[in-house]
């Protein structure tokens, strides 16, 4: 009688549709873990966990209590539950996006989030933590490079409505930069580790659904003055300085803008 012999499950293939760049790194492993505090009494959040390449790097270096993973594509699902039968290991094929985080992980937080973030989501799945920030302590997140500098701008370019409302929420750390050879298959742009922390004591905005709204405004036209962009709204933005009409809105911080709120809500 032959000798059973086992061996490891069959990889799938890569599909571009959920834009499946897997990490190769291990040195980037390492830096995205050893940027937090992880104990026993902490679990993790993983999003798309691939081939388990950081997800085998976690259940190696941290005593979490509970590694749990957000995987839409049921093929890795199932090889990584199979490559990595750890018992803090929870994998669920679900779309984040379509999750109820709250009711699903309420009950393990708190937690701290490593993931190698799809870059086609990545807003969406960042909103979805900061709508559920209450579950977080803190987190590392790859991202592509420009969204990363998007997000920690202080003006310019990049510099809008999005990045102050996430810096508003959380903290940002950039680290370090990631080149294309790092992933297999290799992307067409650079990436960045991004470090986060929610903000649980936050600035007052009097109204401040509306002040987000009176944001959108100021950043219509990014590149025009503030006088063009308010022009059409129902403002007064005719009491405001002439120094200040003529500032592009990239050009302004959060605090100007509370001003300006301030100043318009007094009538």
């Given amino acids: 009688m032959r000798n059973k012999t086992f061996t490891q499950p069959r990889m799938p293939a890569k599909k571009k549709a959920f834009g499946q760049h897997f ?9 995205m873990i050893a940027k937090v505090a992880i104990d026993a009494n902490t679990s993790v959040l993983e999003i798309g966990c691939g081939d388990g390449f950081l997800t085998s790097a976690i259940l ?13 594509d049921p093929q890795w699902a ?9 018992k803090r290991l929870s994998v669920k094929t679900e779309d984040v996006l379509k999750a109820d985080l709250t009711a699903e992980l309420e009950g393990k937080k708190p937690w701290v989030v490593l993931a ?12 979805s933590f900061l709508k559920n920030k209450a579950l977080f302590n803190e987190g590392v997140v790859m991202v592509q490079e420009e969204v ?24 940002w750390e950039l680290m370090e930069k990631v080149e294309p050879q ?19 004591q936050l600035t007052e905005i009097p109204d401040e659904e509306n002040f987000w709204k009176f944001l959108k405004i100021c950043f219509n036209t990014p590149r025009q003055m503030l006088r063009n962009n ?12 002439e120094a200040t009409l003529k500032l592009r809105a990239q050009q302004m911080s959060f605090d100007d803008f509370l001003g300006i709120w301030d100043l318009f809500r007094a009538g």
């Fill in 60 to 72: 190696k270096q941290t005593p979490c209590k509970l590694l749990q993973i957000y995987e839409i």
């Fill in 230 to 241: 308010l022009r059409t709204s129902h403002y007064p933005w005719d009491k405001l300085p």
């Fill in 78 to 86: 199932d090889f990584v539950r199979n490559k990595l039968p750890d």
């Fill in 116 to 127: 190698n973030l799809p870059y086609q989501i990545t807003f969406p799945i960042l909103f």
């Fill in 23 to 31: 990490l190769r790194k291990d040195s980037v492993v390492d830096n």
């Fill in 182 to 200: 790092a992933f297999e298959p290799a992307p067409k742009v650079y990436s960045r580790l991004l470090y986060f922390k929610p903000k649980m």
């Fill in 148 to 171: 990363a500098q998007k997000i920690v701008s202080t003006g310019g370019r990049t510099y809008g409505k999005t990045t102050l409302f996430l810096q508003h929420h959380f903290t």
